[in-house]
Structures are given as C-alpha cells and as structure tokens.
C-alpha cells in the first residue's frame, strides 16, 4: 500500500501563491507517476498536471500552464505543485495521486491512477 497525504490548501485573495505538498509512504515504487488533480462542488475531478519520476517529463493542463509548477524530492518522496497567480476558477479540492509507470499519454487520466490522497482544499477569492 502507498499512503498520500496532501498539505498547504488555504483562502487566498485572487493573485497570490499557494505551495501544495504531498507526502507518499508505504510502496514508494508505486509513486513512479505522481499527479494532480482538482475538483470543484458539482464537477467531474480534472487533471491540473503530473510528474515523471526523474522530474523531467511535467505536463499540465491548458487552464494553469505558466502559473503553476510540478516537482518533486524524492529523497523525501514529496511532491509539490507551486501555484502562482491564483484565480476563483482555481478553486477546487485539489488531490495528489500515484501510480507506477504507465504511458504518459494516458497521465491526465485519474482512472489509471492507483493511489490518491483525501485532498486539501484551495479557496480563491475575488
């Protein structure tokens, strides 16, 4: 089993900076993909982007490129998603999820993510 636990949610004014944290623990072997992903009262949950496990392969969804960043430590097999410029639309309960490899063609995918956290939510305020 791999455990996710997912930190650094809060309010925030439209603008500001929020750096999201997620600890993994158990099966590390298992976290080869991480990713995040969002999702808002009545919507389906989307991906915001993902991380490859040498750090090099970092997609992201359209609505946050340039504004937010993907990385991780795995000396402390943490995972990160800076997130800068904040917008009410970014306002969700944002998830951390893992996965051994698979093709990152399929990484925006949550069904094929393996392991999740509970999540942390993200208020943005206008």
């Known amino acids: 089993q791999l455990q996710l636990v997912e930190s650094g949610g809060g309010s925030v004014q439209a603008g500001a900076s929020l750096t999201l944290s997620c600890v993994a623990s158990?099966?590390?072997?298992?976290?080869?993909?991480m990713g995040w992903f969002r999702q808002a009262p009545g919507l389906e949950r989307e991906f915001v982007a993902a991380?490859?496990?040498?750090?090099?392969?970092?997609p992201y969804a359209d609505s946050v490129k340039g504004r937010f960043t993907i990385s991780r430590d795995n000396a402390r097999n943490t995972v990160f998603l800076q997130m800068n410029s904040l917008k009410p639309e970014d306002t969700a309960a944002y998830y951390c999820a893992s996965a051994p490899y698979f093709s990152n063609t399929q990484w925006s995918n949550p069904g094929r993510y393996d392991y999740w956290g509970q999540g942390t939510q993200v208020t943005v305020s206008s």
């Open positions: 158990g099966l590390t072997y298992a976290a080869y993909v």
């Open positions: 991380i490859s496990w040498s750090g090099l392969e970092t």
